[in-house]
């Protein structure tokens, strides 16, 4: 069956005019479009620089799995003990997400905060910035508000294995490309 599938889009991209190969790049130009406004709009709402974020380890087990999707929003409340929170750290380009296990609230509205992985055996101060025992609040990117399993394993995947990530949006592309509607 995929041999088939392949020829007959092999023979549409090849039997298609200029037009209708302007018209599937608008299209795709649109879809992508479409999806950076549906992201920006995340932001706006959820107060969040990343609205979604994947779980990359085993450390916030067995409440949260690697691939879970984490929906975040950070809010104006304060941050509290036992709330999960997804961090940046200086020198460190993956965000955390790791649960609050101290706050400490300063007189002039400043806090900081400790974390700790759920399935991890001391806190997270090996994994702040050199000289950090602290996050703050510019630290923090928001806080979990819902989840869906396991559904980010393809997120990891394609970043594990970037052949898949290439194939995938080349399919996607062909899909987009060759469809007549």
């Known amino acids: 069956m995929a041999p ?11 039997t298609m005019k200029k037009r209708e190969y302007i018209e599937s790049g608008i299209s795709l130009g649109m879809i992508v479009s479409s999806a950076l406004i549906i992201w920006k709009v995340l932001m706006l709402l959820t107060g969040s620089e990343s609205p979604v974020v994947v779980v990359l380890s085993g450390s916030m087990e067995p409440a949260f799995y690697r691939g879970d999707i984490l929906f975040l929003h950070l809010g104006t409340a304060p941050v ?6 997804v961090f940046n750290v200086d020198g460190r380009d993956i965000p955390i997400v790791h649960r609050v296990v101290k706050v400490h609230e300063r007189p002039n509205l400043d806090i900081e905060i400790l974390t700790k992985g759920d399935n991890n055996y001391g806190d997270d101060t090996v994994l702040y910035a050199e000289g950090q025992n602290w996050l703050t609040k510019k630290n923090i990117m928001g806080r979990a508000v819902g989840f869906l399993p396991y559904v980010g394993m393809v997120t990891i ?14 399919i996607l592309g062909l899909l987009v490309i060759t469809s007549k509607e």
Not at 4 to 14: D, F, G, N
């Open 4 to 14: 088939h599938v392949i020829s007959e889009t092999l023979h549409s991209l090849r």
């Open 80 to 85: 509290r003990v036992g709330e999960v929170v």
């Open 157 to 170: 995947m394609m970043n594990d294995y970037p052949y898949v990530k290439f194939l995938l949006i080349g």
